[in-house]
Every structure is written in C-alpha cells, then in structure tokens.
DNA sequence: GTAGGGTTAG
C-alpha cells in the first residue's frame, strides 16, 4: 500500500513538532490507522519525546520501542538516554545486552548514554569501559569525558586524571569534569590547579568551582569566585547562583545575599523551585524570617524541601504555632508527604517551645502513622526536649532505648540538663556509661 | 541526537 509523499512528511513534521503526550498519541493512532506505525523516521521522533521530554512517558517509550520490528542504533540509544534519567541501571543494561545480541552496533551516543545511566554504579561502569576499550571507542572525546564523570561521580579522581591524560584531544567537558572529580574528592587544592590550567573557562567549570568551595566550608572564597567570574566576562546561570545563595547562607551575609537574590529577579531565575529553596535557606540562616516567608509565599510551585525550609525557619525563629500550622497545611492541605527532615523541622519548633507532649506525638506518628523511620537527630531532639523540661528519666531511658547507636552529643545535652536540675546521681549514671 | 556543574537538616 503506497501512501501520498505529502501525508507522510506532514506527519513526520507533526511528530517532529509534539509538544505533549496526549498529541503523541494523537499522531500514534494516525499511523496505525493508515497502516504507517511502522514508518521509522516517524517512529524515532515519537520514541524521542516519549523517552527524553520532560512531559514524556517512558513507558509508552518502551512500547513503542517493543513494537518496532527492528529498531535501528538510534532507537536503542534514544531509549537508553530515556533511562539515564532514572535511577534504573537494569533497563539500561538490558538494552545494550539485547542490543548486541541483535547485532545492532553501537556508537559513541551509547556509551555516552549507558555510561549516564551506569554513573552510580561504578562496578557496571567498569564493566561498560571495557566494552569501550573492547569496541574502538576509547579515542573518542564524548566517550571519554562520559568516563571521566563515572570516575569522578563514584570519587576516583585518580582514575579519572588517568583517562583525561590518555585522551588524544580534550575539550571543555573533558577538563571541566575533572575539576568535578577533585571537588567531589573535597580536593579543592587540586580542583583549583586544573581549574587555573584550563585553556578556556566555562560556566560549568566556574560553577563547579563555586559550589566546591562552598562544600568544603570555604564560603568567602567562593564568593570571590562569583566576582570573578563575572570580570571574566562569563554569565552565571542558575545552577551557578544555587551555590552563591548557598554560600551567602553560610557566611550569613545577608548584605550579599540579597544582592544576590536582586540579581536572580533581574535574570528572571526565580521559576526554579531549589532556587528559591536555597533562598529561603539563606534568609533563614541570616535571621530574616519575614523575608524567607515572602519568598515562601510567591512561589508558583513549592517542593517537599520548599516546605521543610519554611517549616525550619519558622521553628528556629520563634514562630512554632506557624511551624506546627504549615505542617498541617502541607500535609493535609497541599498534599504534600513529609520526610525525615520534615518532621524534624517540626520537632524543632517543639523543642524549641517546650512543647514535650506534640514532640512526643511527632515523633510517634512518623514512624507508625508515616513509615520514616527516625534518626539519632529525631530521637536527640526529642531527649533534649525531655531534658529541658526536667524529664530527665525520660530523657534518659528514650536514649537507652532507641534503636540507633547514641552519640556523644546526645549525651552531653542531658548531662547540661542534669546539672541544670541538680541531678547529681543521675549525672554520675551517665559519666560512667560514657567512660 | 551527545556532555559536564545543582537546594533543606537548632
């Protein structure tokens, strides 16, 4: 059956245009009904948006994927690159798997996706290098740099140094993602030696830079890193000033970090959700809950960590009644599941109150009622709210029997409380348990 | 049709 030339292209140029799953369909059902389903040209644009569209559907990728009698290279690594964004390793795996046993050659867009997908897991990476090595591909710059992230992600610099050194040319990724193996190492000495050594310096290469700095606790040398970034004439971008809010939360420079957030208003960055995340953060660590509030309050769209921020700020300010209020809001209202760090925002409003009995209740909910299990945080919270309000047996016997290791710090605090109430017998108890 | 940098926790 021979179809009009005009028909076709105008659905492959329908395909290539889809902008929503509901469309894809649309145009899927077309081709099955004019006897086109199995059209590859078509077919790859739909797998394409299908699998790698944020308003995709990786599923409906993988069918689509299943019925195409003999999908070609590309298919493969479109669907490979779809599962590089999930934490899926398997998938991946079994894709290239069954792509060799079919004969079908893989290229350097393969590796690139497989060794994405495989980054977590360094022993199925090792095992994707030497089919690298194996196939010819190990002279090839976006292979390569594909390698030197695996190495760097899973923290061997060293090895990672080795395939940069190896590589017969380098670009900018290949020498950016090696400042990134340093500073995931936490060796900012090194980081910052490639980093003066790279013939061209990118926002990536800056950023990473940044954010290393501001990992390791150097908080003013990376800001003094953003000035100079910009003298040198390169343009930060959002994931850039992640770090400098980050930063400026750190130093609580509340000076420089609300130049800073002028800046994300004038660049129009305050879409991103861990943008203003990291703001609220930020205004909450240098005391201004009023302003972390305002940004609480003008997202268009707010996340798990948007609401444990909030909750936090309000509970370390003072305002617990607003903390135990949002929590409610959150999770009855907005939907939205608490995690660990949730309920510990709000168990800190409690201890910050004195509120022993909604401590309690907290804490007892999370692990029945919502399946978290609690840390030696929750549980030190909770003995120091019991110690604070002279529960000091209590205090005592919760940390005897929690089911995570007790730490110093825990111990300290009920020791101070000890002393605060004049428990002398029960002070002894401790420093004995402790020596 | 390649890639690398990413927010919360007294």
């Given at each position: 059956m021979s179809h009009d030339p005009n028909l076709v292209s105008h659905l492959l140029s329908l395909s290539q245009r889809c902008t929503s799953m509901r469309e894809l369909k649309t145009i899927h059902g077309r081709l099955l009904r004019l006897n086109l389903h199995l059209n590859t040209l078509i077919l790859a644009k739909l797998l394409r948006f299908a699998a790698v569209s944020p308003s995709g559907d990786l599923h409906y990728a993988h069918t689509l994927f299943c019925h195409t009698p003999h999908p070609d290279t590309f298919f493969y690594n479109t669907l490979i690159r779809g599962y590089a964004k999930t934490a899926s390793t398997s998938q991946p795996i079994s894709l290239f798997t069954h792509m060799r046993r079919s004969s079908t050659p893989p290229d350097e867009f393969t590796f690139n996706f497989l060794l994405n997908a495989c980054s977590r897991m360094l022993k199925l990476g090792e095992e994707i290098h030497g089919q690298v090595f194996k196939l010819g591909f190990s002279r090839n710059t976006h292979v390569q740099n594909a390698l030197i992230h695996l190495y760097a992600a899973n923290r061997f610099p060293e090895i990672a140094r080795k395939v940069f050194d190896e590589m017969p040319q380098r670009d900018v990724v290949s020498w950016s993602s090696l400042v990134v193996a340093h500073v995931k190492a936490r060796d900012l000495d090194s980081a910052k030696k490639v980093f003066d050594e790279m013939p061209e310096r990118d926002v990536v290469a800056w950023t990473a830079l940044i954010t290393g700095f501001d990992r390791v606790g150097h908080f003013a040398e990376a800001l003094v890193l953003f000035w100079k970034m910009q003298e040198a004439g390169v343009q930060p971008d959002e994931v850039t000033?992640?770090?400098?809010?980050?930063?400026?939360?750190?130093?609580?420079?509340?000076?420089?970090?609300?130049?800073?957030?002028?800046?994300?208003?004038?660049?129009?960055?305050?879409?991103?959700?861990?943008?203003?995340?990291?703001?609220?953060?930020?205004?909450?660590?240098?005391?201004?809950?009023?302003?972390?509030?305002?940004?609480?309050?003008?997202?268009?769209?707010?996340?798990?960590?948007?609401?444990?921020?909030?909750?936090?700020?309000?509970?370390?300010?003072?305002?617990?009644?607003?903390?135990?209020?949002?929590?409610?809001?959150?999770?009855?209202?907005?939907?939205?599941?608490?995690?660990?760090?949730?309920?510990?925002?709000?168990?800190?409003?409690?201890?910050h109150e004195g509120w022993v009995v909604e401590g309690w209740r907290l804490l007892e909910s999370m692990e029945r009622e919502h399946g978290i299990p609690a840390t030696i945080e929750h549980y030190g919270c909770m003995a120091g709210m019991l110690a604070h309000a002279g529960q000091l047996e209590a205090a005592y016997d919760l940390i005897m029997s929690m089911p995570v290791p007790s730490t110093e710090e825990v111990w300290r605090v009920l020791l101070s409380a000890c002393k605060i109430h004049g428990n002398a017998a029960m002070r002894e108890r401790i420093v004995n348990r402790l020596l």
């Open positions: 000033i992640l770090g400098v809010v980050s930063a400026c939360a750190n130093l609580q420079d509340l000076e420089a970090g609300m130049s800073v957030h002028c800046y994300i208003e004038e660049r129009g960055f305050s879409w991103m959700v861990a943008l203003c995340n990291a703001l609220i953060d930020m205004y909450s660590k240098c005391g201004c809950l009023e302003k972390a509030w305002a940004v609480f309050e003008r997202m268009p769209r707010r996340s798990l960590v948007s609401w444990n921020s909030i909750i936090l700020a309000c509970a370390l300010h003072g305002a617990g009644e607003e903390a135990l209020r949002l929590f409610q809001e959150m999770t009855k209202e907005a939907g939205v599941r608490p995690d660990g760090a949730t309920f510990l925002a709000a168990m800190s409003a409690c201890a």
